[in-house]
């Protein structure tokens, strides 16, 4: 790797958790159906990105979850009963975070997430105590790939682009931070960050 890099700086969702949001769904009993609704009219929606800028709260969202499926609004509201269940953290997470303190690198959080599960869910995430540092797009009302949020990131830490490793699972949002000046890689599992890291020459 750039033998310039100080700082490695992670996406959170489906990077160092899994947004398995569908698991509860078939622990509730719901059909394919409902889960196939779901996905398309809420967790791919407009209204979850607002959650993720902070441009609409949680309940201000379920109420356009359930006007766009209306057959389906009492599985709404069991679905959002317990929002802790839609995310699980990588068994790799905090080790791995470790093993890069240990080798001097600061390891930050950029991450586009809605601002309440963002209050319940981080607290319990291992990693969450070990980073520098972290930026949530909901409490900022502002977005990846907005190239905006990821200088704030560098300005609210004192980081050059340069010396950043930029770690994602979209590829959109790993183009935005090398525009920054950042470096970047596409999130493939935790050996495409650990060959990148600890291998990789460059």
Known sequence: MNDKIKNIVFD?????????WDKPCREYGFSDEVIAAFEKNMIQSEYWN???????????????????????????DKFWEKPEKFV?????AAPLINELHDKGYYVYLLSNYPLHMYEIHWPSFKFFSLVDGYVVSSVEKLCKPNPAIYKLLCDRYHLIPEECLFIDDRQVNVDAAKGIGMNGLLFDGEESV?????????
């Not at 959170?12 to 398995?20: A, E, H, P, S, T």
């Not at 800028?53 to 609004?73: C, H, L, N």
């Not at 650990?194 to 460059?202: A, D, M, N, Q, V």
Request: charged share 30%.
């Open 50 to 76: 607002n959650m993720d800028e902070g441009t609409m709260t949680e309940q201000e969202a379920i109420v356009r979850f359930k006007e766009a499926m209306p057959e389906y609004s009492n599985e709404i």
């Open 194 to 202: 650990r060959k990148y890291i600890f291998t990789k020459g460059e």
């Open 12 to 20: 959170v969702g489906m990077v160092l958790i899994d947004f398995c």
């Open 88 to 92: 699980e953290e990588y068994s790799f």
